[in-house]
């Protein structure tokens, strides 16, 4: 077990909303980072998060966005959904040096 | 540009028999290497990682990687495939220190008949 876990596993949204996933770090992790992964895709980086900044960001729009807390959770927030938007978005944490990065379940977002 | 490639989108074997995944990468500093294995519905699990040393490294689950320069290559093995290892393999590549930075690849689909 991983002890990376997101909210919500699915979510169905409308084009023109708004969304925002949550993810919760393994214990001691300092830094988060989102993927997105569509259907019959490898995942895309999005952006990363350490100590509550955006430390690196993939080819994203600025639609996508991020926080990270204090307590080293985070959210991804997406505005203006897209149709194209629909994809299982993944976060991992790992301790900033460290080797390996920890993945949650995703959550399934379907824009329809 | 930075990349990774795996030439096989689905690959299908019978159980017992021996498996290899194919994974080609560009990148322009030295990579660190990943593979990892995702079940249906399931997040990514890493299998196994190459940073340096011994070219060859042994993983979890029974798998083995062989990292070759020359070729820019970083293939997935297995001896005795078993019909839980049904699953989504995923190549990746990262920076030194930025190793949750990743680039995968798109994946292949091994499908284990008994």
């Known amino acids: 077990e991983t002890g990376v876990t997101q909210s919500p596993t699915h979510l169905i949204k409308t084009r023109g909303q708004q969304v925002t996933l949550r993810c919760s770090s393994q214990s001691g992790h300092n830094t988060v980072s989102w993927y997105q992964q569509a259907l019959g895709q490898g995942p895309q980086f999005i952006f990363q998060?350490?100590?509550?900044?955006?430390?690196g960001r993939g080819n994203f729009p600025p639609r996508f966005s991020g926080l990270q807390f204090p307590n080293y959770s985070s959210e991804l927030n997406v505005n203006a959904l897209e149709l194209d938007d629909s994809a299982l978005y993944l976060c991992?944490?790992?301790?900033?040096?460290?080797?390996?990065?920890?993945f949650g379940q995703g959550t399934r977002l379907t824009v329809v | 540009a930075q990349s990774v490639t795996q030439p096989d989108i689905h690959i299908t074997v019978s159980e017992g028999a021996s498996l290899e995944l194919r994974c080609n990468y560009s990148?322009?500093?030295?990579?660190?290497l990943f593979w990892y294995v995702q079940s249906p519905g399931q997040g990514l699990q890493l299998l196994l990682k190459?940073?340096?040393?011994?070219?060859l490294v042994q993983g979890i689950k029974g798998f083995e990687a062989e990292f070759k320069r020359s070729q820019s290559s970083f293939n997935l093995r297995k001896p005795s495939v078993h019909w839980s290892d049904a699953a989504e393999y995923f190549c990746a590549v990262g920076a030194h220190m930025n190793t949750d930075k990743l680039i995968f690849g798109t994946g292949t689909r091994l499908q284990v008949f008994p």
């Open positions: 190459y940073f340096s040393g011994d070219t």
């Open positions: 990148y322009g500093a030295t990579p660190y």
């Open positions: 991992a944490s790992s301790l900033v040096g460290d080797t390996e990065a920890f």
């Open positions: 998060y350490y100590r509550e900044e955006e430390n």
